[in-house]
């Protein structure tokens, strides 16, 4: 099998090629954090507050040290002492590493134990006394603006929960469109806040060398050489020093991209100890203290003509940021990319506002497949589009039809500053609707609801934005979001290629492999990847909001291409030619008009160590760091059909067909598993999910008995297919698509149930659909089966 | 305080004094030293942890190790024979029925599980046996697909593929 791709190298691209990563990981020999133990190796586990909102009266370390086994107790004022007690957040605040003072959320960290067994420090947990003095909670983001609201964080200037604002668009335009305005219509849409729950839970192991003054700390992280400058930024230790290594990570969906207190704890707990220390969360702390995602309170308005043409868009939305605002995102965007808002169509004035705002629950926001709030802006306006069609009624893909970007506008600048590089959106929405059979979907219901049965359709046409992103505006902590690869073509023709960003799961080690494959005429056999040692790899930001192949990808081609040059040079020598004389193809350097005469990387690689011409540095590596010159646009049309049963209020959904257009598709067999992934999410997210709190700021859904992850069985069947428009400023023309079905799917299914209950006068329902909630609106409205 | 136990993981004895309150998955991951046995959730929901005892598919996080005092258990590590893949293996490659790779070690053993008692199963009965298994990669559809095709494979029905070696990276069918 391996010797057609041999025989063919330059049809690597494309190919659904078997991942390179998979044997290990179906023999148990993923090597994941918890699978590492390093000799003398100690736990930790972590005391964490049951209050939301209280002073700590005092803590009594001294039960917890005469359990046997038990190195050390470490609590806030510990960490006082060493100038740790707070750290910086991503977004310019600040986050107690061990809670000092007060506690500001339930399961908030308070104190640690270091112990020489799990069990040790899990009893010695249990045996810290923590007195508490329980002072009054905000839950609701709303009530946390009203003037009599108790401020929550007493070490900020500002004597308010109110954290910022930000504005997007044009205000005066947007108003005077409004005014104008035949048609406005309004609704208030949440997104619920929902949690990644990637299968693996976070967990590190810090192990410092005090003779050397050097740490290596193994951690679950998405982004390791991001990880690396913040921890020399909090521990002062120089960032030469540090060592960060991300072994196989069990998936992470943002979860794994944010710094935890518990990591900067385990590192202070071995600079006490003297040990290397282990900690790894519970399912209960992952859910109930690392990054949640959405928590989004959204007014939308659209102002429209009589003939369904759209205007203007405004939006205000509250944001529940928790206790601290540490949701990680590019320094100038503090609400993400929200502001894309005005989706795949051709508005002509739009004002977005976000009030961010403290409460007392887990700190985040920014996670879950979301490009960066991506999600949140999708739903709002696929939502917000079929809310228009149901007042004017029209049909919602007519709607969409006669206000989607034409072909011949791109690339289009949005009313809030985005230029869209490509899309061929009118030919995407008829392909999708050919191929489901719209037009007999709307027919059959037709004839279904004169039966008095429910049926739905749901179409959501979505624009992404992706690859963040170009210096010039997207930075994290200073750090332009570019990103990187380094090459090493070895003398026999085998390469390694390193990378700034690090896989949960996408399948980059067959990904990358295939673009260098692709590049270089090797066999994807011959390329090994290699990501997450800040020691080996060239610095980059990491994997999430879809960035590693508008990014890395792109720099793995250009690094790629850069060898090629200087292989064309060798090549010249070998073939005692000139330069020019050369061409590029089938995978070799060939004499144009005599490709008989040829030489392969392979000879070409061996010549660069073992024969260079004369003058030239031998050997055949290059490092390439990829500054993007725009975000990419990937777009998708999907489209849920349901049926809902009367009697329960169950909706089935019954087809689900997802059209994406992520530009040139590098393993189309990778990119349909992502696509399957991130409906699943989106499904989940739609029927299932949402972190309640009671009054008291208690987590009611720690565990994954209250928050509901789909099994197989309700999982519906993903149809999927592709429309190809290629980014015409990548590299390759890819663009990126492991968010696309997170960020689409919520609102296809949303307006196909929606859609199954327009006659009743059902305008919007906000998610989770439960069954519970459908079953109240048939009662309501009369319906009893 | 110890209780010695003695079991059979992959045809190996492992003899060792454990406290009471120690997991059988901890036993697995630590006393054996067998990693490829995943936890993901304390509360028997996700799967990451099954393994075969006895002949059948359970969470071992939900067993005490003294419980499984001389029991046989099957673990992912033991799947692969002789440098070959089990067919669940190769099916699970083939389809793309892995990504992160976490959960997978729970999959291959509760689809083992079920084909060595159902060896025609159909995609219902196939949805059903892994509903005990949380996956938050693939939404499900091609482990399904890879434990159809494992089925096949095992019953050598057509269109069965000659064994893969381990470690290369080809063209999938």
């Known amino acids: ?785 | 305080m110890g209780h010695r136990i003695a079991v059979t993981i992959n045809g190996q004895r492992y003899e060792a004094e454990v406290e009471p309150r120690l997991l059988l998955v901890h036993f697995i991951r630590e006393v054996a030293g067998l990693t490829g046995t995943h936890i993901g959730c304390d509360t028997t929901s996700c799967g990451a942890c099954t393994v075969i005892l006895n002949g059948k598919p359970i969470k071992s996080c939900t067993m005490f190790a003294v419980q499984a005092d001389g029991s046989e258990i099957r673990t992912v590590e033991g799947l692969a024979q002789n440098g070959e893949f089990h067919p669940i293996q190769k099916a699970f490659w083939e389809c793309h029925g892995l990504q992160c790779g976490y959960c997978t070690p729970g999959m291959l053993m509760a689809g083992v599980a079920l084909l060595e008692r159902n060896p025609n199963p159909t995609e219902d009965e196939v949805r059903r046996a892994i509903s005990g298994n949380l996956c938050r990669c693939t939404g499900y559809q091609n482990i399904v697909k890879s434990i159809l095709r494992a089925a096949e494979m095992m019953r050598g029905g057509a269109g069965v593929a000659s064994g893969s070696p381990v470690g290369r990276g080809s063209p999938a069918q």
């Not at chain 1, 803590?59 to 002492?81: F, R």
């Not at chain 1, 929902?194 to 700390?217: F, M, R, W």
């Not at chain 1, 926001?365 to 149901?390: N, P, Q």
């Open chain 1, 1 to 785: 099998m391996s010797a057609t791709l041999t025989e063919s190298p330059h049809r690597v691209l494309g190919q659904p090629i078997k991942r390179k990563e998979d044997p290990r990981f179906l023999t148990g020999q993923g090597r994941y954090l918890d699978d590492i133990k390093l000799p003398n190796m100690a736990y930790m586990a972590i005391v964490r507050s049951p209050y939301a909102h209280a002073r700590i009266v005092s803590i009594n370390k001294e039960p917890a040290l005469a359990v046997p086994g038990v190195l050390a107790v470490i609590t806030g004022e510990d960490l006082e002492k060493l100038g740790l007690a707070w750290m910086p957040t991503l977004n310019g605040d600040q986050q107690m590493v061990l809670a000092v003072g007060k506690v500001l959320f339930q399961y908030q960290e308070v104190a640690a134990v270091i112990a020489t067994s799990r069990e040790a420090a899990y009893d010695g947990a249990a045996a810290v006394e923590v007195e508490y003095d329980p002072l009054p909670v905000v839950v609701d983001p709303f009530k946390a603006l009203e003037p009599d609201a108790p401020i929550l964080r007493e070490d900020r200037k500002e004597k308010s929960n109110h954290i910022w604002r930000w504005e997007s668009g044009d205000k005066a335009a947007t108003d005077k469109a409004f005014a104008e305005a035949e048609v406005v219509i309004k609704e208030k849409i949440r997104f619920p806040r929902v949690h990644p729950s990637p299968l693996e839970p976070c967990g590190c192991i810090a192990d410092y060398n005090k003779t050397q003054n050097h740490l290596t700390l193994y951690v679950t992280s998405q982004a390791p050489h991001a990880y690396r400058t913040v921890l020399a930024m909090v521990t002062k230790l120089p960032e030469h020093q540090i060592r960060v290594i991300s072994p196989d990570v069990g998936g992470g969906f943002g979860n794994k991209v944010p710094v935890y207190p518990g990591y900067v704890v385990a590192i202070v707990g071995s600079m006490l100890t003297g040990r290397p220390v282990k900690w790894v969360e519970t399912r209960t702390e992952n859910l109930a203290s690392t990054h949640f995602a959405r928590d989004y309170h959204m007014t939308v308005e659209i102002a429209a003509t009589r003939e369904g043409q759209v205007k203007a868009l405004r939006v205000h939305t509250v944001a529940d940021h928790g206790a601290f605002d540490a949701q990680a995102v590019p320094s100038k965007w503090p609400a993400g990319l929200f502001n894309i808002c005005t989706g795949s169509y051709t508005f002509e004035a739009a004002h977005v506002v976000v009030d961010a705002v403290y409460t007392n629950k887990a700190p985040g926001g920014v996670a879950h497949r979301c490009s960066f709030r991506v999600t949140e802006a999708s739903y709002l306006i696929e939502r917000a589009m079929d809310i228009l069609a149901h007042e004017l009624k029209m049909d919602p893909a007519e709607l969409r039809r006669k206000n989607l970007i034409p072909a011949d506008k791109f690339p289009w600048k949005s009313p809030t500053g985005w230029v869209y590089d490509s899309g061929n959106y009118h030919h995407t929405l008829d392909y999708a609707l050919n191929l489901i059979g719209y037009k007999e979907l709307r027919k059959e219901q037709a004839e279904k609801r004169a039966r008095g049965e429910l049926m739905g359709i749901g179409i959501s046409f979505f624009t992404e934005v992706v690859g963040a992103g170009p210096s010039k505006h997207f930075d994290i902590l200073g750090i332009k979001m570019f990103d990187s690869a380094e090459i090493r073509v070895h003398p026999t023709g085998k390469a390694i290629v390193r990378l700034g960003t690090r896989h949960q799961g996408q399948g980059h080690e067959t990904t990358y492999a295939q673009i260098v494959a692709e590049e270089l005429g090797l066999s994807p056999d011959d390329v090994l990847v290699e990501e997450g040692d800040t020691d080996t790899a060239p610095y980059g930001l990491g994997t999430y909001a879809s960035r590693s192949t508008p990014t890395s990808g792109a720099a793995a081609a250009m690094c790629a291409r850069r060898i090629r040059e200087k292989a064309r040079k060798i090549a010249a020598y070998l073939l005692e030619c000139g330069e020019h004389d050369l061409e590029w193809a089938d995978g070799r350097f060939q004499v144009k008009g005599a490709p008989h005469q040829s030489v392969t990387m392979q000879q070409i690689a061996f010549a660069a160590y073992t024969n260079p011409p004369p003058g030239m540095e031998p050997g055949l590596e290059a490092t390439y760091y990829y500054d993007p010159p725009n975000l990419t646009f990937p777009y998708g049309c999907y489209i849920a059909v349901v049926d809902i049963d009367k009697g329960t209020g169950e909706v089935k959904v019954r087809r689900f067909l997802a059209v994406d257009d992520c530009g040139t598709i590098i393993n189309p067999m990778i990119v349909q598993g992502q696509v399957h992934g991130g409906l699943t999410e989106g499904f989940a997210i739609a029927f299932m999910q949402d972190i309640v709190f009671d009054e008291n700021g208690n987590n009611l859904v720690t565990n994954f008995t209250e928050y509901m992850l789909p099994t197989a069985v309700e999982t519906p069947r993903w149809e999927t297919a592709h429309t190809v428009t290629p980014s015409p400023h990548h590299p390759l023309g890819a663009k990126g698509v492991g968010e696309s079905p997170n960020v689409g799917s919520p609102a296809a299914f949303v307006n196909a149930v929606v859609d199954a209950l327009s006659h009743l006068g059902v305008r919007h329902i906000d998610m989770p659909i439960t069954r519970e909630k459908v079953w109240r609106i048939l009662r309501s409205a009369g319906i009893d089966e």
